[in-house]
């Protein structure tokens, strides 16, 4: 038999078993299509709140405070030290305007510091740090070496923000294992559930095969190709529920949910997104067709 005859052979019978227990199958591709729409949302989360935690992070700073003696070659080398170390933007902050930005953070309270006789606000040098640069140890090792500085007075970088997103992000990673872990094992476990029955139903026809010469691996294919189709299907029909979840939550009748969208939008990269569930949902159709021919499947 050639190789394209093996083929055909091995996509009639798989789409064959597939037609004989639809029943069977249905259930399979549900139960492998919710596996992956939590998957998919769990993947949607994760990228929503990294662009939430981003988004808090651009406020986090570096402030460098100026002792009013401090030489302008002085603080122009630091400028270019502190751009050269952090990669950030750096400014430079006069008392007036730094008043300025009391006053209006203050509302109407702030209309007080205008009668001030004398600006208490030293110059200072405003470092907007860049992610990879948001570093905790990092960061602390550059504040004490900046502190140190003869012509410095203080240095702040907002300690408790830096390590309040540190542990967001790894809360993000660990939960995000989980999911993918439990998705992956549920699985698994249904399409092997699945094919062990189409397995039972197909005994005395896979004992003729075996009398009449038929290979280990002739007789697995189609068992095989039966998982990946569970997969493809199941992996469309989760790509379509989180196109239609997705387009709900940025419509305006998801209004409580505004809060977490960036720009009326929900950060996801489709291409991706539908690639990984294409890829998870094969994987895991072959893995659980797999583990059902190997245990089950006495060849």
């Known amino acids: 038999m050639s190789v394209a005859s093996k083929l055909a052979y091995f996509g009639r019978t798989a789409i064959g078993s597939i037609v004989r227990s639809p029943f069977v199958h249905v259930i399979a591709v549900a139960s492998l299509s919710l596996a992956l729409v939590g998957f998919g949302v ?29 030489a302008p070659e002085q603080v122009a080398e630091l400028e270019q030290a502190l751009t050269q170390r952090t990669g950030g933007e750096v400014h430079r902050i006069s008392p007036a305007e730094a008043l300025g930005r009391l006053a209006t953070q203050l509302g109407e309270d702030g209309k007080a510091l205008t009668e001030l006789p004398q600006n208490p606000l030293p110059w200072s040098l405003e470092v907007r740090l860049p992610k990879a640069a948001r570093d905790a140890e990092a960061l602390g090792e550059l504040s004490r070496r900046t502190r140190a500085l003869p012509f410095v007075t203080g240095v702040d970088y907002g300690e408790e923000a830096l390590v309040r997103l ?39 026809e896979i004992e003729i095969q075996k009398l009449v010469g038929a290979t280990d691996r002739f007789v697995r294919v189609p ?18 529920a989180l196109v239609g979840l997705v387009r709900w939550l940025e419509s305006s009748a998801a209004g409580p949910l505004a809060f977490a969208r960036l720009d009326g939008q929900l950060a996801v990269e489709w291409p991706r997104l539908a690639g990984e569930l294409v890829g998870i949902g094969c994987a895991l159709g072959l893995s659980g067709s797999f583990i059902a021919v190997r245990r089950f499947l006495r060849v």
């Open 42 to 70: 769990a993947r949607i989360a994760r990228a929503q709140l990294d662009a939430l935690v981003d988004a808090l992070g651009g406020e986090v700073e570096l402030t460098v405070y100026l002792a009013e003696d401090a």
């Open 166 to 204: 540190g542990l967001i992000a790894r809360a993000l990673e660990v939960a995000s294992l989980v999911v993918f872990s439990l998705v992956f094992l549920t699985a698994v476990i249904v399409v092997s559930a699945t094919l062990q029955l189409a397995i039972f139903a197909r005994r005395e």
């Open 223 to 240: 068992f095989l190709l039966e998982g990946l189709l569970q997969g493809l299907l199941a992996s469309g029909l989760a790509l379509g």
